[in-house]
């Protein structure tokens, strides 16, 4: 064995160069886990969106998310009906908002209990000094591309703070969806 | 550094005086004893002319008769009923797997026992799936999966074993993956800890029998399907992670073990996965923390280990295209060290670049060199052009890089010639 190993140290080298690579980042993410606060305000989310092509649209004004809905018009496609998600932290546990579409003609603003009543604000970073990450990052080499496609790390969204970064994924939520999401605000109720 | 018996010492020492008395080197030797290892492997199968067209023309009429039996079973098969299907199609497959039974327990037939084996292979699953499609309701593909392959692969396992062929192996082992994907598909068990469980006992497996000479030939389609299963197992749990790079750990093991237990086609699958591997940038990661100098450093590591599995691979008797190798990973390590630095202190990463010239000298590699001088000159023109750029000496700067590429070049000779008279 030991003549082995001084036969092929190169290899051996090589082999343990990466592997080593594993456990410095492992123990750096121990150590950002230990030394970075847990996050303590929850946000809201929408997913499946199209700033444009919605006919639901989201935006946060004078403190207050803005849900507004605009009716069908001739001629016109729109994209399928967005989630709205409010992510409750330090859980990281997901709660689907339901949308209901009104009726009538003209533009409409939605009022939503719980949603729409409550103080948001929409800057980064936020209150607890966490930042919204997408996952949808192009790159990686093609091992991963290729190989990662069922990644239970796959199609997760997060928030970070200093090198920290707590994530969170979307039930039955595809890289289609993720690619549309859209962090909406903070909630300081 | 290897250890030798005293007889084996006399041996080595005999033939460095036969070399030195013939002018030869090792070079020669080492492909003298290629060559001759090569007609060893080959003098066992060597088929004449006459037997070979012979063999071409059974495989072909085989191949007609197969295929005129397909298109018959094809064109009455709407106006035939349930029994007759059955009959066709498992009746076939079973009475060609008898046949392939009595045929290798003779041994004067035991060459007309694969073909037979293969036509029983192929007729039995389809065969048990008309059976089921004609007699047992329900549509639960999965569960028909695992109906069919456990009792074929139990029968192909117990053949090989009386018979030791090793192609029954190979058909062992595939209705064995057939039955399992069923099941994993039944259950709805994680796909990622399943492929992961398979694609390791799978590897194992062949690794196994690559060590073992009879089995060898069966080892290739193994390695491609083991090697698929065991990395998207392994993606699963560290894919766009930040320990992606355990992935390259595991590639260059399998790819030591090719090089030294002489598998091609786990040397090839190899090398793919690693181009793989550094195309598109390093790693992968993502979800654990998010760390500015994740990239920077995974390519630093990364790099340096691709230069030193080049090197290594300079024993391999395969075209190793270790140059490459080591080019591409001095470029990856020393641009990450690069990045590393903060501005003030990017000019160190030169001095870094100084240190890959020298490593260059001791490992003898004119690649490291040029990807050292390049990147050398890489940084010191980024650098130039971050800080000094639309100023009045940016003129007299980029003369002085004229300068510098100019004696970096001729460095290069020199060093290269260096190394080429002592490689």
């Known amino acids: 064995m030991k003549a082995f190993l001084k036969d092929n140290i190169a290899l051996v080298a090589a082999i343990a160069l990466p592997a080593l690579l594993a456990v410095v980042f492992a123990i750096s993410a121990m150590a950002v886990r230990v030394s970075v606060e847990d996050p303590s305000t929850d ?13 639901f649209q989201f935006d946060v004004n004078n403190e207050r998310l803005n849900v507004n809905y605009r009716a069908a018009e001739k001629d016109v496609s729109y994209s399928a009906k967005p989630r709205l998600w409010r992510v409750n932290v330090p859980e990281m546990t997901v709660q689907e908002i339901s949308l209901n579409t009104p009726g009538g003609d003209g533009a409409k603003t ?80 | 550094m290897t250890v030798f018996s005293a007889a084996q010492k006399d041996g080595l020492e005999q033939i460095l005086r036969l070399m030195d008395a013939n002018n030869l080197s090792g070079a020669d030797v080492k492909k003298a004893a290629a060559e001759r290892k090569k007609e060893q492997k080959s003098g066992g199968n060597e088929i004449s002319k006459g037997e070979m067209i012979m063999r071409l023309f059974a495989y072909m009429g085989g191949a007609l008769i197969f295929a005129g039996l397909s298109v018959f079973i094809e064109t009455i098969w709407d106006d035939i009923g349930s029994l ?36 029983a292979f192929i007729m039995q699953p389809m065969g048990l799936f008309v059976l089921l499609d004609e007699y047992f309701p329900g549509d639960n593909a999965a569960l028909g999966g695992m109906v069919v392959f456990a009792p074929l692969a139990i029968q192909q396992l117990l053949t090989f074993i009386k018979f030791r062929f090793s192609s029954l192996l190979l058909y062992s082992l595939l209705y064995l993956l057939g039955f399992a994907f069923s099941f994993v598909e039944y259950f709805d068990l994680d796909r990622g800890a399943s492929s992961l469980v398979l694609g390791t006992f799978l590897l194992l497996s062949t690794i196994n029998m690559q060590l073992k000479e009879k089995f060898r030939e069966l080892t290739p389609l193994f390695f491609v399907i083991a090697t698929v299963l065991f990395f998207s197992g392994v993606y699963y749990f560290v894919g766009r992670t930040v320990f992606d790079s355990i992935a390259l750990s595991l590639i260059l093991s399998l790819l030591g073990f090719a090089v030294l237990k002489e598998s091609k086609t786990l040397y090839v699958l190899c090398m793919i996965y690693i181009a793989g591997y550094f195309c598109g940038g390093p790693g992968g990661g993502w979800s654990n923390f998010d760390w500015h100098f994740y990239n920077q450093v995974t390519a630093v590591f990364t790099g340096t280990s691709l230069v030193l599995a080049g090197q290594w691979l300079r024993r391999s008797n395969y075209i190793s295209l270790h140059p490459l190798w080591m080019f591409v990973g001095t470029s990856f390590a020393l641009g990450g060290l690069y990045s590393l630095f903060p501005v003030a202190l990017q000019p160190v990463a030169i001095g870094f670049a100084g240190i890959a010239i020298y490593a260059a000298l001791l490992l003898k590699s004119r690649a490291v060199l040029a990807a050292a001088v390049l990147s050398m000159i890489s940084f010191i023109v980024a650098y130039s052009a971050e800080h ?30 260096r190394i080429k008279a002592s490689a």
């Open chain 2, 84 to 119: 007759p299907r059955v009959i066709i199609t498992l009746g076939t497959g079973f009475t060609a797997y008898i046949c392939g039974v009595v045929f290798a327990l003779d041994k004067r037939f035991e060459k007309a026992a694969t073909p037979a084996f293969i036509l």
């Open chain 2, 388 to 417: 000094f750029a639309n100023t009045i000496g940016w003129p007299i700067m980029l003369m002085a890089l004229g300068i510098i590429i100019l004696g970096a070049g001729f460095m290069f000779a020199r060093l290269s010639g």
């Open chain 1, 43 to 55: 946000f809201f989310i929408v997913t499946d969106y199209y700033d444009n092509g919605s006919r």
């Open chain 1, 110 to 189: 939605i009022d939503i209990p719980g949603v729409t009543d409550i103080k948001v604000i929409n800057v980064s970073p936020g209150p607890d000094g966490y930042s919204f990450v997408d996952s949808y990052r192009p790159g990686g080499n093609i091992m991963t591309e290729v190989f990662s496609m069922d990644s239970q790390h796959r199609n997760r969204s997060g928030i970070a703070k200093d090198g920290r970064l707590v994530s969170f994924k979307i039930p039955d939520g595809n890289n289609y969806n993720y690619y549309n999401s859209r962090f909406l605000g903070w909630v300081v109720e």
